[in-house]
């Protein structure tokens, strides 16, 4: 079936240093794409989004980069800090399946001070 | 802006009980929302479409009769995990869609943790 995966289950980062999270995802036809931030017992927190017309998108702090050739979208957080410290969804929309989410597996950013 | 509670956070039950959750968006209306199940360590699985008005839309493998949900208004979702097992024990986590504003964007509650003993 469709699914959106991650490559790298835990990333451990040095405060200050630059993140960079991965995520394959197999639907051509999805539209819409979002990351998502997860700390232990929350509910997921919206960071980014990018539409597939678009193949970046900056935030603060946060950029996002889809590459739908290879069907494969990253997050990048700069400078990243302790509060950064979670994990991190990648998800997909396709907006005439409904607007449903498919996420992905999920990676764990460990901020070392 | 877009906020949406779930209550209760946390519900500890015994085995052959009924659970029920509620979804709220607190400062917008929500034509949609989506009810998730995730276990620890895991990504977060859709479970249903919750549409206000009609009957929610369920994935694949998901029991309708087990996990009732009722869309009674435009702020309400609630899901109802009927004669609760130990195997039902999750993190459930709801969102909501804003009707008003053009947007693919979903709001997600806090989650409810639900052991079932």
């Known amino acids: 079936g469709e699914s959106v995966g991650l490559h790298l289950p835990t990333l451990s980062v040095q405060e200050g240093d630059n993140s960079i999270i991965n995520c394959a995802y197999s639907?051509?036809?999805?539209?819409?794409f979002i990351w998502y931030k997860q700390e232990s017992g929350k509910g997921p927190q919206f960071i980014i989004d990018?539409?597939?017309?678009?193949d970046k998108r900056q935030g603060q702090r946060v950029t996002v980069l889809l590459n739908k050739t290879v069907k494969h979208l990253s997050l990048q957080i700069a400078a990243t800090q302790p509060g950064d410290s979670a994990v991190y969804f990648c998800?997909?929309?396709?907006?005439?399946?409904?607007?449903?989410?498919?996420f992905g597996g999920g990676t764990r950013v460990l901020v070392k001070p | 802006g877009a906020v949406v509670s779930q209550h209760p956070s946390r519900v500890i039950c015994k085995s052959g009980t009924s659970v029920k959750i509620e979804c709220r968006s607190l400062d917008f209306q929500a034509t949609t929302m989506f009810w998730y199940r995730q276990f620890p360590k895991q990504s977060l699985m859709l479970m249903a479409t919750?549409?206000?008005?009609?009957?929610?839309?369920?994935e694949q493998g998901v029991e309708k009769d087990k996990f009732l949900i009722n869309h009674a208004s435009l702020t309400l979702s609630t899901l109802t995990v009927t004669s609760a097992h130990p195997e039902d024990s999750s993190f459930y986590i709801c969102?909501?869609?804003?009707?008003?504003?053009?947007?693919?964007?979903?709001?997600f509650g806090p989650g409810t943790r639900l052991t079932v003993l």
């Open positions: 990018i539409r597939s017309n678009m």
């Open positions: 998800a997909e929309n396709n907006q005439a399946a409904g607007n449903k989410l498919t």
């Open positions: 969102s909501a869609e804003p009707r008003a504003i053009a947007t693919d964007t979903q709001y």
């Open positions: 639907n051509s036809a999805s539209d819409y």
């Open positions: 919750s549409n206000e008005g009609s009957k929610a839309t369920y």
